[in-house]
């Protein structure tokens, strides 16, 4: 089973992935690294420090990793993970805490802002609901890796044994920022 793990970058994506790669032994894929180290991109933007993916080459090579692992629990971590996984959990952040950490990763100002004015405006979110089936999202505001953590594993838990019904918590859209945009 593929899940995707989504959200804006400085949500929390890679700490807790690696956390669940150690703790439950599931497959992590990053696919950001996989992109960048297998050449998966059509060309490199400058301006915002990124590569364009070639997303028709990641599906191809998603495909020979994953292809007989259905019955694996497998995790695409990436703020790319909403266009290939049927499954998804968002992570969130409050677009103040995420510029903090934006900063402190050393993004330019322009990268901050338009990370943190996506997140505001539920971008990825939006993106989920035209290309996923099954969307949940996490507000990590205020929690830590461990906590993410937990509750990611409390998701794919009641995905695993067929009772989604008792995660009414991580309804997607039950978080709002749109008042905290700059």
């Not at 089936?133 to 505001?141: D, G, L, S, Y």
């Not at 937990?150 to 978080?175: A, F, M, T, W």
Request: net charge negative; hydrophobic share 40%.
């Amino acid at each position: 089973m593929l899940i995707g793990l989504t959200g804006t970058p400085g949500t929390g994506k890679t700490s807790v992935s690696k956390l669940l790669e150690r703790k439950r032994h599931w497959k992590v894929i990053h696919l950001n690294e996989m992109i960048k180290e297998e050449h998966l991109y059509t060309e490199i933007d400058e301006g915002r420090d990124a590569v364009i993916a070639d997303m028709e080459l990641v599906r191809q090579r998603l495909e020979e990793i994953v292809g007989g692992r259905e019955n694996e629990v497998i995790i695409l971590e990436s703020h790319l993970a909403h266009y290939i996984a049927d499954i998804v959990i968002i992570l969130r952040v409050c677009p103040p805490e995420l510029k903090i950490r934006l900063k402190a990763r050393g993004y330019s100002e322009e990268k901050v802002r338009e990370n943190v004015e996506a997140e505001a405006l539920d971008v990825i979110l939006v993106e989920s609901f035209e290309w996923c089936k099954k969307v949940f999202e996490i507000n990590t505001t205020g929690m830590s890796i461990e906590e993410t953590g937990q509750n990611i594993e409390k998701i794919i838990d009641h995905i695993l044994s067929g009772s989604e019904e008792e995660l009414s918590d991580y309804k997607p859209g039950s978080i709002d920022w749109i008042d905290l945009v700059p």
